[in-house]
């Protein structure tokens, strides 16, 4: 039998995150024997073997990472159906419009974009209430897989479309953005090799995946953090062109000449039939 439940997958995914029995039964709130159990039934089912169980610990095997990966998207499949299902019924606890649409934005970038948008849908006959949703470095595409939004802009190289429908909507140049007093802030432009490990401005660290690059520079999660280490000439990051819309006074931005152009894509997810998605999308093709 191929076919693989919810629940397998929850347990499996928790052992293979932690690597270790004890932790992921921690995690489920279940204790550890039912769990190895568990596990073990699953091996048996698949006729695979997706742990190595050592005195050094627990691994996966190639099968194992299979699974992993496979369980990861199936389990954000799931609990994406719940949450649209959910907002589809108005039943999201928040008072939901039956007719509403999240929109997942990485905060403070495209702004003019965004606020073009928003406007002309609004204009549109029938158009659904959109819930602006915004999000940290790189957050769009989880919080489409999982549910949290219907769509996104999102922007390559940065972001990934993979798995996703999308259209391209701008393409533009990249700025360094720098204390105003910094030397280079007097430049007319620089290239990415004039701003990468400055000894005085390191580049500022976002985190992925829940971790942090290495690196010098200072660890940052929003944007106003960001902002004000730069103005006080702590960090410096390299954004879109259109993150001029939020600059500080005590900020410069100069054009990098050899940055790869950012592209802005409206993405949502390939399954997708709502009506309201679509015509937002045509709208957005359109502007």
């Known amino acids: 039998m191929d076919a693989l439940e919810i629940r397998e997958l929850r347990y499996f995914?928790?052992?293979?995150?932690?690597?270790?029995?004890?932790?992921?039964?921690?995690?489920?709130?279940?204790a550890q024997p039912p769990l190895s159990?568990?596990?073990?039934?699953?091996?048996?089912?698949?006729?695979?073997?997706?742990?190595?169980?050592?005195?050094?610990?627990?691994?996966?095997?190639g099968a194992g990472e299979v699974l992993l990966y496979e369980g990861r998207a199936a389990l954000d499949a799931a609990?994406?159906?719940?949450?649209?299902?959910?907002?589809?019924?108005?039943?999201?606890?928040?008072?939901g419009s039956r007719n509403r649409l999240v929109l997942a934005v990485k905060a403070a970038a495209s702004h003019e974009l965004l606020q073009k948008l928003l406007d002309a849908?609004?204009?549109?006959?029938?158009?659904?209430?959109?819930?602006?949703?915004?999000?940290?470095?790189?957050?769009?595409?989880?919080?489409?897989?999982?549910?949290?939004?219907?769509?996104?802009?999102m922007h390559a190289p940065f972001n990934s479309l993979a798995g996703f429908d999308s259209e391209e909507l701008t393409t533009e140049g990249q700025i360094a953005v720098l204390p105003?007093?910094?030397?280079?802030?007097?430049?007319?432009?620089?290239?990415?090799?004039?701003?990468?490990?400055?000894?005085?401005?390191?580049?500022?660290?976002?985190?992925?995946?829940?971790?942090y690059p290495p690196g010098p520079g200072?660890?940052?999660?929003?944007?106003?953090?960001?902002?004000?280490?730069?103005?006080?000439?702590?960090?410096?990051?390299?954004?879109?062109?259109?993150?001029r819309s939020w600059l500080w006074a005590g900020h410069a931005a100069v054009p990098l000449t050899d940055a790869p152009p950012v592209v802005t894509s409206i993405a949502w997810p390939?399954?997708?039939?709502?009506?309201?998605?679509?015509?937002?999308?045509?709208?957005a093709t359109r502007l």
């Open 13 to 30: 995914t928790a052992v293979a995150e932690e690597l270790h029995f004890g932790r992921a039964a921690e995690r489920l709130g279940m």
């Open 37 to 61: 159990r568990a596990i073990q039934h699953l091996e048996r089912r698949l006729g695979v073997s997706l742990l190595e169980r050592d005195r050094r610990g627990v691994s996966l095997t």
């Open 79 to 95: 609990t994406a159906a719940a949450r649209r299902t959910r907002r589809a019924g108005g039943a999201d606890g928040q008072g």
């Open 121 to 153: 849908y609004a204009a549109e006959p029938g158009a659904a209430e959109i819930e602006v949703l915004p999000s940290g470095m790189c957050e769009q595409e989880e919080m489409l897989r999982d549910g949290r939004a219907d769509v996104a802009l």
């Open 180 to 211: 105003a007093g910094h030397p280079l802030a007097a430049r007319e432009t620089l290239s990415m090799d004039d701003v990468r490990d400055l000894p005085d401005l390191p580049l500022a660290r976002w985190p992925r995946h829940g971790t």
């Open 218 to 243: 200072p660890e940052v999660r929003d944007q106003t953090q960001l902002a004000q280490l730069i103005a006080l000439g702590r960090t410096m990051a390299v954004f879109p062109d259109s993150a």
């Open 270 to 283: 390939a399954h997708s039939r709502s009506l309201a998605l679509a015509g937002l999308v045509r709208t």
